[in-house]
């Protein structure tokens, strides 16, 4: 599995080290940065990971900022996102199994790297139920007109 990795500069050391942990059980990644703890803006980074999600470059994606939201506010302006904010393994799993979540955002400054790989790991492997949820799936894009 291919898998996008997206931080701003509050997540950059949280990404960094889930990098190293997911690379260790074998999947690749696509880091779309940032690479410091500089101060930088997360729309840089996020808009060119939904992009990837989005055409198929990779799986799937993870992003961490420090609350989580405005990442995964940003995400959400794609219409082929739909990015689930998560800060416990049971929250990740029902974005997967109800709303086939296919980016995971994490608040980088309120969880320990033992919470984001017990997160990450769950919604890895959780499948999508399907059946009524994609019934309420189909409804999400923004029809104009």
């Known amino acids: 599995m291919k898998i996008g990795i997206a931080s701003d500069h509050?997540?950059?050391e949280m990404k960094?080290?889930?990098?190293?942990?997911?690379?260790e059980k074998g999947f690749e990644l696509v880091n779309f940065g940032t690479d410091s703890a500089e101060s930088m803006d997360y729309p840089d980074v996020a808009h060119p990971l939904a992009l990837a999600v989005e055409n198929g470059d990779?799986?799937?994606?993870?992003?961490?900022?420090?609350?989580g939201e405005g990442m995964a506010m940003t995400l959400n302006?794609?219409?082929?996102?739909?990015?689930?904010?998560?800060?416990?393994?049971?929250?990740?799993?029902?974005t997967r199994r109800h709303n086939d979540a296919n980016i995971l955002v994490m608040p980088a400054r309120f969880l320990s790297f033992e919470k984001v790989t017990a997160i990450t790991d769950t919604w890895l492997s959780t499948p999508f139920e399907g059946g009524r949820h994609?019934?309420?799936?189909?409804?999400?894009?923004v029809s104009r007109g």
């Open 134 to 141: 994609q019934r309420r799936i189909d409804k999400m894009p």
């Open 77 to 94: 302006k794609h219409q082929g996102i739909r990015a689930g904010l998560a800060w416990d393994p049971a929250i990740a799993e029902l």
């Open 16 to 23: 960094a080290r889930l990098i190293a942990y997911l690379q």
């Open 58 to 67: 990779v799986d799937c994606g993870i992003a961490f900022c420090g609350t």
């Open 10 to 12: 509050a997540g950059f």
